[in-house]
């Protein structure tokens, strides 16, 4: 059985950080593409991060230069860095593992508030 979970969310103040984690179990891990999707209220689902099961990654232009996502295939988990948060990246934070489908986490809120 396929799944991931998330974990690391949290409240933070604004310029401050967290970093998230995806573990995962049932699939084949490092031949994977892994990536970081986000929810705020009332808008669509977005990509944030992602990462090939060779190490290449791309970013939304608006978390360019403050998160860092990256990949530990020995422990099966994704993770993404997070600095420098504002207000506008609260949302909820999905992973997914990306092979012939998606499978997606359940999600974990990250709450960016002074």
């Known amino acids: 059985q396929v799944q991931l979970v998330e974990s690391g969310g949290g409240l933070v103040q604004p310029g401050g950080s967290l970093r998230l984690s995806c573990a995962a179990s049932g699939i084949a891990f490092s031949s994977y593409a892994m990536g970081w999707y986000r929810q705020a209220p009332g808008k669509q689902r977005e990509l944030v991060a992602r990462?090939?099961?060779?190490?290449?990654?791309n970013y939304a232009d608006s978390v360019k230069g403050r998160f860092t996502i990256s990949r530990d295939n020995a422990k099966n988990t994704m993770y993404l860095q997070m600095n420098s948060l504002k207000p506008e990246d609260t949302a909820i934070y999905y992973c997914?593992?990306?092979?012939?489908?998606?499978?997606w986490g359940q999600g974990t809120q990250v709450t960016v508030s002074s």
């Open positions: 997914t593992a990306e092979r012939l489908g998606v499978v």
């Open positions: 990462i090939t099961s060779g190490g290449d990654t």
